[in-house]
């Protein structure tokens, strides 16, 4: 008879638990307390109030349901912890989702819309990590809020970061102050739309590292994309928005990108046999992804292992010798003395696995080839310098970049990267003709020079 009531008992349990349906939405009657779990539909995601290690103070947050290691990946009230556990997440007659205790006293964090309809919402959370505040009870096309727009340390799959040109949105990544505090720390990841878009790690106000521009594989300074198997990303810039999104080629596996309190940028994904994060790339990593290391048309190469990993682009020498010696790049360089710029015989050395400058003086011209980039650099006194705009297409098809003033942060790879064009003078050029033409332009120049000096 025991044994009858023990198969009796545990098949009600196996059918209440199939037959399950997962609470992931929250409304005007329906909050989340402290100690309740929301999970979304296809139980990727949960969300409820938790602590960080070696803390007693309670947030709101949504981390990965089916894991071991809790890992958090978007934070509501990041420098507003609760001190107990009286936290209540609720939508409120505005239709704003509002974080508060028992008796309202104090309003630890809300999604602050305004202009709901009928003040009537429901928030939902989905099966992408995404938390989304929508108009009505059924409505689920219009949403007026979603914690995509507000990262926190974490990037994840369809999540957008950039420019929302509708609202004025710059979605950005912000790493937690340590890891028993998940409050906005120092260092932030975000979008810069001077000159050719590129994506920026700063600390502070200060650029720290540069991920660059977009490529058509990736971004310039991340040669780990052009590699990535996994996802693939998308790099939108039209009437409506300048962002980039990525999706997994298989939407079951778990990868993220953080921004740890360390100022690193981490590529993560789970690894399910050995229960683990596996770490795929990570920048800074050396350095010459120092932000403009080696100085305004300085080069850096972390694989000159017996040298100064600064070097000057081609026709270009250290315009501090001194400081260059102590192995202080800093300064950068300058044009060498006697360059003829600008004249018959400029033309451009190739060189190759380049991350390419700082794009913030650059300019885009997607209708040109990379042959009339080279013809429209050169008929250009100011320009310096020219790429292939996007390197997944052909030469013909790439469209054309061109720097104009000041080249910085430049540096090679052993693998990725693209090819870069430096504009240099005939005699850096080297080729008998354009050392001859050179020599002739200087003979012709001298006598000029003496004829206004001595006959007028």
Not at 150 to 160: A, D, E, I, R, V
Not at 227 to 249: A, P, Q, R
């Amino acid at each position: 008879m025991y044994q009858v009531r023990c198969i009796l008992v545990s098949m009600l349990l196996f059918l209440g638990f199939y037959f399950c349906t997962c609470i992931d939405t929250i409304t005007l009657t329906r909050p989340v307390k402290d100690g309740d779990i929301l999970v979304s539909n296809g139980e990727t995601f949960a969300l409820g109030f938790f602590s960080p290690p070696n803390s007693t103070n309670r947030y709101v947050g949504i981390w990965y349901n089916k894991i071991s290691e809790q890992t958090v990946v978007w934070v509501a009230n990041r420098d507003h912890p609760i001190t107990n556990s009286s936290g209540i997440l609720s939508v409120d007659q505005t239709g704003n989702l509002i974080l508060h205790e028992k008796d309202q006293s104090f309003l630890f964090w809300s999604t602050n819309v305004s202009g709901v309809a009928n003040g009537v919402s429901t928030a939902q959370l989905l099966d992408s990590g995404n938390l989304a505040l929508f108009q009505g009870l059924v409505n689920k096309e219009v949403y007026s809020w979603q914690s995509f727009d507000h990262p926190s340390n974490t990037y994840l799959p369809g999540m957008k970061l950039g420019l929302d040109r509708k609202t004025g949105l710059n979605k950005v990544v912000t790493s937690w102050k340590s890891s028993q505090n998940p409050g906005v720390g120092d260092y932030s990841y975000k979008m810069e739309f001077v000159g050719s878009a590129q994506l920026f790690l700063f600390k502070g106000m200060a650029r720290i590292w540069r991920a660059g521009s977009w490529t058509g594989l990736g971004w310039s300074g991340v040669p780990g994309m052009t590699k990535d198997n996994i996802s693939n990303g998308t790099y939108i810039d039209n009437e409506d928005e300048v962002t980039i999104v990525y999706l997994m080629h298989n939407p079951a596996m778990l990868s993220r990108f953080v921004l740890t309190e360390f100022g690193t940028l981490e590529r993560l994904t789970w690894e399910e046999v050995s229960r683990k994060w596996i770490g795929f790339w990570y920048h800074p990593k050396d350095q010459c992804d120092g932000y403009n290391h080696c100085g305004p048309f300085g080069f850096c190469d972390p694989y000159a292992s017996l040298t100064f990993e600064c070097d000057c682009l081609p026709g270009y020498e250290p315009r501090s010798p001194q400081d260059w010696y102590i192995r202080d790049g800093s300064k950068g360089c300058k044009r060498k003395v006697g360059t003829q710029m600008c004249k018959f015989g400029d033309g451009f050395i190739e060189l190759a696995r380049v991350k390419v400058p700082d794009t913030s003086t650059a300019h885009v011209n997607m209708s040109l080839g990379l042959k009339a980039c080279a013809e429209f650099c050169l008929r250009n006194c100011t320009c310096m310098g020219y790429a292939s705009a996007d390197i997944s297409k052909g030469a013909d098809d790439g469209g054309c970049i061109t720097w104009h003033g000041e080249m910085i942060d430049t540096r090679t790879f052993s693998d990725g990267g693209q090819f870069f064009y430096i504009r240099v003078d005939a005699a850096e050029l080297g080729t008998p003709l354009m050392l001859f033409s050179n020599l002739i332009f200087n003979i012709y120049y001298m006598i000029y020079v003496a004829y206004q000096i001595f006959f007028t």
